[in-house]
């Protein structure tokens, strides 16, 4: 039979088709990415977010922090060594504090922090005259600073000592501190005359103007700055080491010793940066000194504000569009966790070197959205792929190699290609009389049709054969495409025999339910022809509908061995390239040579010769040599003796011998 020849889509089209598609998904890369920058711009200037960022500072600024500085204060704690040994509950009678005093001044101390607000009179006015007698411009008093609100405005309400200490010359400096959201103490005051500031300017330093917003830098938990007991500097020349207070700065104040954790709280103590891993509070007085040092030294980290972290959002949004510009697979997670990683990296040295804190969660989270969620459009994208491949291969393909091709789409390539492909046509022999003997049954003959067609079509998908189309009564089907198949030839032949076995199985089912029925059986006889040779094979069609199928020499070569294999009494014919590559494994036997039409050389055709031996073969080939020569003659006994040695060929030299007599 002749197969029609479709017109083939052209690749410039399907290069068309693969442009538009990667224009459509960049353009939703492109509306991902200002998404993502736009909406973590938007929740970065949130209060939740700023705490989440307040939360990494936490965890970046204590690793490789600098040093406790070596010329920093020292803490004379008010702790519980010293309670039991001065034998007196807080608070304790100012004349002590005017002895500690006088005790860290002839010890040499350059300044003295009294991290103590004495805003009331005392209950007896000698012990106000005793520490008033002692202060002088070398002591900073802790004042406090607390706002009331109002309905109608804010009102800032400053508690100071008492003027009979103020006269003396002491200073006053404000010990309130600015807390977070979530309680921890992380800035810096801004108060110019904050009680860090003002011990600085007191010790003859020259400390940096704090800045809004700025974050201190720890140097650890409690009690890493050197700390002695209250009543060891009332005493230091029995208690402590010679020379300790000389030309340093001393902070006195509350510092228990164990320090309150931070599920107790307690009095005067602050979770810091450090609290994150030992949950534990670090007193007032060291909080006040660990703001001197970041003070003086210049420790403290500017925070980043909006100019530079959403410019900084922005750059990784970008980036992260730029990481998945082509593709997206299971190693964006890596690529994206090597970015994140990179991110965080960053900020730390950003940090640590230009001391600023650009938080890594917004550039983060952008890279991240991006990179996720363009891996989902594009998993989403496969997903529809993979459906439309098995929707288009389902009818033409065995499962499993549907499966191979949704796994891996690249390998279809449906704009057209030239391939080496093995092409098998199957027509049912006589079908316009069975047509005529069904007129009066469609239904019966569509089901028989259909109980014929499914074995053959099972045949050619369990042999790994895609299954071009259905004309009628007739299929065609190729191998090698649109998966590869080095054995496609093989793999032909070896589909056509099971479709001959199955026609078998057929026509005896066919016979007992005719003598059932009491009616005569009808036998059911195919034609199959195979052939071997380049093609074109794509998507055949026009530009509204198209299918999968091939066309070429080739084709309609295989086309002309099935409709010539009835003439020659055989079910199976093979083209040449066929049979040379399926003679490993199967007896082929070439039976004549045929001209196709629009082609001047001729074609030699073989079969397959089932349970031929060697020697039967040769016989074989001897007789068809002759043939060729006309040296045969329908009385030669050869014909006997081939039909004894190749039974399956039995019909075959009938029907030579037949022409030789007409």
């Known amino acids: 039979m002749n197969t029609p020849a479709p017109a083939l889509v052209p690749q410039r089209f399907a290069a068309a088709v693969e442009r538009i598609r990667r224009s459509t998904r960049r353009m939703k890369l492109a509306v991902l990415t200002a998404f993502v920058a736009a909406l973590v711009s938007l929740v970065s200037l949130t209060g939740t977010w700023s705490l989440a960022d307040l939360r990494a500072y936490d965890y970046l600024s204590i690793i490789g922090r600098p040093p406790l500085p070596k010329d920093g204060p020292i803490i004379v704690a008010i702790d519980e060594p010293s309670m039991a040994e001065i034998g007196s509950q807080w608070p304790w009678p100012r004349a002590l504090h005017a002895r500690l005093v006088e005790s860290l001044r002839r010890a040499g101390a350059r300044a003295i922090a009294l991290d103590v607000i004495f805003a009331e009179p005392a209950a007896a006015a000698e012990n106000d005259t005793a520490l008033a007698a002692v202060l002088g411009p070398d002591i900073v008093l802790a004042g406090d600073q607390s706002v009331i609100e109002t309905p109608q405005a804010d009102q800032f309400v400053r508690t ?24 921890t103490l992380r800035q810096v005051p801004p108060y110019s005359d904050g009680f860090a500031v003002t011990l600085a300017a007191v010790a003859g330093a020259d400390p940096a103007p704090p800045l809004s917003g700025a974050l201190v830098q720890t140097f650890g938990p409690a009690r890493t700055y050197p700390t002695v007991s209250y009543y060891q500097a009332l005493d230091p020349e029995n208690f402590l080491p010679a020379g300790i207070f000389r030309d340093r700065v001393v902070i006195v104040g509350l510092s228990l010793q164990n320090a309150p954790t931070l599920a107790e709280g307690g009095i005067d103590a602050f979770a810091i940066s450090d609290t994150v891993f030992s949950r534990g509070l670090v007193a007032g007085a060291e909080v006040q000194a660990t703001i001197y040092d970041n003070l003086v030294h210049r420790l403290f980290i500017k925070r980043a504000g909006a100019t530079i972290a959403i ?40 940090m640590r070197l230009g001391h600023v804190f650009v938080s890594p969660l917004g550039p983060g989270l952008a890279f991240f959205g991006v990179a996720v969620g363009q891996a989902g459009l594009d998993y989403a994208e496969e997903r529809r792929q993979r459906r439309e491949i098995t929707r288009a291969f389902s009818q033409y393909l065995s499962p499993a190699l549907v499966e191979r091709l949704a796994q891996d789409p690249s390998q279809l390539k449906l704009g057209g290609e030239r391939r080496t492909l093995t092409i098998l046509f199957c027509d049912v022999r006589g079908f316009t009389t069975i047509s005529e003997d069904m007129k009066d049954d469609p239904e019966g003959l569509t089901t028989l049709i259909n109980r014929l067609l499914t074995p053959l079509s099972e045949a050619v998908l369990n042999r790994g054969g895609t299954i071009d189309k259905y004309i009628g009564d007739c299929l065609m089907a190729f191998w090698n495409a649109p998966l590869d198949d080095p054995d496609h030839a093989v793999h032909a032949v070896q589909a056509a025999r099971d479709m001959l076995t199955a026609l078998s199985n057929l026509n005896a089912e066919l016979e007992a339910e005719a003598n059932t029925a009491g009616r005569p059986p009808k036998t059911l006889r195919i034609g199959i022809g195979i052939n071997t040779g380049e093609c074109v094979v794509g998507n055949m069609g026009s530009a509204r509908r198209f299918d999968y199928s091939a066309l070429g020499d080739a084709v309609n070569l295989a086309s002309r061995l099935e409709g010539a294999s009835k003439d020659y009494g055989i079910s199976l014919l093979l083209g040449e390239r066929t049979a040379r590559l399926a003679a490993a494994k199967f007896p082929t036997a070439e039976i004549d040579r045929i001209t196709v039409k629009g082609r001047s050389e001729v074609s030699p055709v073989f079969t397959v010769a089932d349970g031929a031996s060697e020697s039967a073969l040769e016989h074989h080939h001897r007789f068809v040599e002759a043939k060729y020569r006309g040296a045969v003659t329908a009385d030669d006994p050869l014909f006997e003796q081939l039909k004894s040695e190749l039974p399956s060929l039995e019909r075959y030299y009938e029907r030579e011998r037949e022409r030789l007599l007409h």
């Open 311 to 350: 410019p900084a959002i922005i750059l990784a949004s970008l980036a992260a569009a730029l990481a998945v510009s082509r593709s997206t697979s299971w190693r964006t997670l890596g690529y994206g966790a090597i970015a994140l990683t990179l991110i965080f990296l960053a900020s730390y040295v950003l």
């Open 160 to 183: 100071e000592p008492l003027p009979l200490f103020t006269e003396t010359g002491a200073k006053v400096g404000i010990a309130s501190v600015n807390l977070s959201g979530d309680g």
